[in-house]
């Protein structure tokens, strides 16, 4: 039986990788990894995550990192707010995406994964695949969601552990709106997603990820299901 570990945050990315794994690439023993690092967003990240979790039959883990908020300066999960943006604020987005930079989280993410897909390994005999939902930000790409990290993380993995686990980013190549096309074609309902940086019971609609999710749904062609507080 093919296993695999997908991290996820609950947005589209990585939900429609978890999809993607399981109904394309037909991986059957999942485990769905959320990490809680005190992120503004927790609650309603963990709510999409756990979801596609029991809509994939999958098992859900949960890490937390209360360390990992104390050195970061992102507003993710320290006090402050971004910038309300508008369509036009999208043209470049290089300064606007710093202000949501958590160092390092990518790797410590990462390293999580291996260290489970270790144990997995030892305790159970299972071989794991990782999963993650990078996805193209061009010269935006924070130094830890590139396909040279993708590529020197396997190569540590390579000689750091027993099993030489494989570290995929499949949608990496593919723009927002490709990924929502993708997702439709195996069934995620992006209702259950959740991408806004904003602690909101709804999405913000003016943050960056929002924004970026909006977009992505128009260059779809697809009708965007999210309740937007701007919009009410």
């Known amino acids: 039986m093919k296993s695999a570990i997908v991290l996820c945050s609950g947005g589209i990315d990585s939900i429609t990788t978890a999809y993607y794994v399981k109904k394309h690439l037909k991986y059957k023993d ?9 992120q503004k967003s927790l609650f309603d990240e963990r709510k999409a995550s756990k979801s596609c979790s029991n809509n994939l039959g999958a098992k859900f883990k949960e890490i ?34 710093k202000k949501w930079y958590v160092p390092c989280r990518n790797l410590i993410f990462l390293s999580y994964a291996l260290g489970k897909a270790e144990s997995l390994l030892l305790k159970e005999k299972k071989k794991s695949d990782i999963f993650i939902g990078f996805k193209c930000e061009g010269n935006d790409s924070f130094p830890d969601a590139t396909k040279e990290f993708i590529n020197r ?13 494989k570290i ?39 943050c960056l990820a929002c924004m970026l999710r909006k977009e992505g749904f128009y260059w779809s062609g697809f009708k965007d299901p ?7």
Request: charged share 25%; glycine share 8%; proline share 2%.
């Open 226 to 232: 999210t309740v937007y507080e701007t919009e009410i």
């Open 30 to 38: 999942i485990v769905i990894l959320f990490f809680n690092y005190g």
């Open 64 to 97: 937390s990192l209360p360390e990992l908020k104390l050195l970061s300066a992102s507003l993710i999960n320290i006090g402050g707010k971004g910038k309300k943006l508008g369509r036009s604020d999208l043209k470049d987005t290089k300064k606007e995406s």
């Open 168 to 206: 995929f980013a499949p949608l990496i190549n593919k723009d927002k709106e490709d990924i929502i096309i993708i997702g439709k074609k195996l069934g995620v309902n992006f209702k259950n997603t959740y991408s806004c940086y904003v602690e909101r019971k709804i999405h913000c609609g003016q």
């Open 153 to 165: 993380l396997n190569e540590l993995s390579n000689i750091s552990t027993e099993g030489k686990f």
